[in-house]
């Protein structure tokens, strides 16, 4: 049944383990671990309380290790102190990639991929993972958790032939590459100031209801409730022009409130991080464990994109912005956070091929490097601009001469250009954000057209490549699916809905760029680098503080030949800052919502303390 399969490795051998997660944030306390050998049919089991102190089969260069969501597998072996596997291949990931853009109604975890391939599941997996997570087993507990073990393992198997033929080995086992810096990441967890984060616990209704009152200066809330009614007056009343859903209501999607933040951040910004506040956050389910430490499942290609989606309420990089100042490094350590500088405009540049669009990356500013290419500045004045930048930065002195005034004008008003070119920003689009005429929004989007034509017929082949052939694909080989054209129902209505176009575009640039970020904390982890976690185009990391300069350059490197390696020559830049104690994490976007709420919270404790 196996021969042939996978033929370089002499042995494959399919592993499955049970771990307790609870309480969340702590690291994985291995429960049972089962696993097969295929050609000799040999079969291992232990559990909990009788584990080997090395893995009971052969780990080493002649055999491939076959699992469902690896990650897990590895983070028991690193709790054991097991060697982990040098060659893997991850069916989820497989799965994913075979089935990224379609629609899956049973999901792609593993119960629904086996479903997807018409395979009987025996196990109600839900209830079984209540029973591992319990912390005293009975007799029968053991059995069925041995059993289930068992069923996971053998589910692996079944999944692993139906999947076999259409698995690119090489591929596969580069993509398996990953899940050992995603459990590396899962074991360290991310340093969280515990202290803080239990006082914004306790006082945190009364947190929800001052940041009202500070914030909501134009009385759109009526309690906790945002007034859509009043939101729509004062936007009317400010002249901004807000978008509207097919049925005449306003859009309050997050994402809109986001974009129209850019255009309007004194009055839209504070707005949007208080919805969220009310909300959405739920500061209880931030996963931190005993030794303070934030700890997820990574949830490694989730995205369309590929990128990680960890849970947006458990982990600290998955809320609010401001959130993320609970970031802190232990005493004698540092949090070093590198990011790609303007990533996916760069991932453009240089997989195109477009020399302009390249030299506008390399000006050390994507907008600005645009505007020079359309003439709207020149060289000699950018470069005046971003020195006087860099030196003001070091003395913390903020006047603009005529030349830095005029220019950072124009940088304004590139700059939605270049945010949205990598998915055809509409000129409607476009003029809601610079609050202009659609007409001189047109004229922005062909002057981008004008300056970098390479790159737009590029763009435009591969758009016109995935709606012929129905799927797109990275450097590296990750799948987009883009599915046909289908009737849908909507409102008694038949509409036909079309494949999204502007999704596609956007994937060339998201998905390699996450292939790059993926790659380069692939490197640093080879290089003995600390990894905490990947978010987006950015990297974190820990290190002791007399190593930290030597980190910095090695992970600055890494990133750099990651993004060569993707780009075929062409080299991203990357920026790095080094957080050391009793320093916290601090992200621009959040940090005025942080010091407010710091502000009233130190307020609270002290009228209660009175």
Request: hydrophobic share 40%; glycine share 6%; aromatic share 10%.
């Amino acid at each position: 049944m196996y021969e042939g399969l996978f033929s370089r490795f002499r042995r494959i051998i399919v592993w499955d383990t049970e771990f307790r997660t609870e309480p969340p944030g702590n690291r994985p306390l291995p429960v049972c671990v089962a696993a097969r050998e295929l050609h000799s049919g040999q079969g291992w089991q232990q559990f909990e309380g009788g584990f080997s102190d090395r893995p009971p089969f052969p780990v080493d260069e002649e055999t491939l290790f076959v699992g469902f969501y690896n990650s897990a597998e590895i983070g028991s072996h690193k709790a054991l102190g097991w060697v982990e596997p040098v060659h893997q291949i991850d069916l989820y990931i497989e799965f994913r990639n075979r089935t990224n853009g379609l629609w899956l109604p049973h999901g792609s975890g593993l119960v629904g991929a086996m479903s997807y391939f018409n395979l009987d599941y025996e196990a109600d997996k839900k209830e079984m993972i209540k029973v591992v997570n319990r912390s005293n087993y009975t007799l029968q507990d053991v059995r069925d958790i041995k059993h289930y073990n068992w069923v996971d393992m053998h589910a692996t198997t079944r999944l692993l032939l139906a999947m076999a033929d259409k698995i690119d080995l090489d591929r596969a086992l580069y993509r398996g590459l990953f899940p050992p810096v995603a459990a590396a990441m899962e074991w360290h967890g991310l340093p969280i100031d515990r202290a803080t984060l239990e006082r914004l616990r306790r006082h945190w209704p009364d947190i929800q209801d001052r940041l009202i009152t500070r914030i909501d200066q134009h009385g759109i809330y009526e309690g906790r409730t945002f007034k859509a009614v009043r939101w729509a007056a004062l936007m009317s009343a400010k002249g901004i022009p807000w978008p509207r859903l097919e049925s005449g209501q306003l859009d309050l999607e997050d994402d809109t409130f986001r974009q129209i933040s850019k255009t309007y951040p004194t009055l839209v910004a504070p707005y949007r991080e208080l919805r969220h506040a009310l909300s959405q956050m739920r500061l209880a389910d931030l996963a931190v464990g005993d030794d303070h430490r934030n700890r997820v499942l990574t949830s490694y290609f989730r995205a369309r994109t590929s990128r990680s989606q960890p849970s947006n309420s458990k982990s600290v990089m998955g809320t609010s912005v401001w959130l993320r100042g609970l970031i802190k490094p232990e005493r004698g350590r540092v949090v070093i956070a590198s990011d790609y500088s303007q990533q996916e405009f760069g991932t453009g540049a240089g997989l195109s091929g477009d020399l302009a669009m390249q030299r506008a990356y390399e000006t050390g500013d994507s907008y600005l490097g645009f505007a020079v290419e359309a003439n709207a500045v020149t060289a000699a004045e950018v470069q005046h601009y971003l020195r006087r930048q860099t030196e003001r930065k070091t003395r913390g002195d903020l006047t603009f001469d005529d030349i830095d005034k005029a220019v950072h004008a124009v940088r304004e008003r590139y700059k939605p250009v270049v945010l949205g070119i990598q998915y055809e920003r509409t000129e409607m689009g476009l003029a809601l954000a610079l609050d202009m005429q659609p007409i001189e929004a047109r004229r922005l989007i062909d002057q981008s057209h004008a300056a970098f034509p390479q790159f737009w017929t590029w763009s435009d082949e591969r758009v016109s490549y995935a709606l012929a052939h129905r799927r797109t694909h990275t450097v590296l080989g990750w799948t987009l699916n883009v599915p046909p054209e289908r009737a849908e129902e909507i409102d008694g209505r038949v509409r036909i809905r079309s494949p999204n176009a502007r999704s596609v575009r956007n994937s060339a640039f998201q998905a390699n760029a996450a292939e790059m970020t993926r790659l380069a904390a692939r490197m640093a982890w080879e290089h003995g680098l600390c990894v905490l976690i990947t978010v987006h185009d950015a990297i974190l990391i820990e290190a002791d503080e007399a190593n930290s300069v030597d980190a910095k350059a090695i992970l600055e490197a890494c990133m750099v030949d990651a993004s060569r390696i993707i780009l075929g020559g062409f080299a991203l830049r990357a920026d790095s800052k080094i957080i050391r104690f009793p320093g916290r994490y601090s992200d621009a976007r959040g940090e005025m919502m942080w010091q407010e709420v710091m502000t009233l919270l130190d307020d609270i404790e002290r009228k209660r303390a009175a």
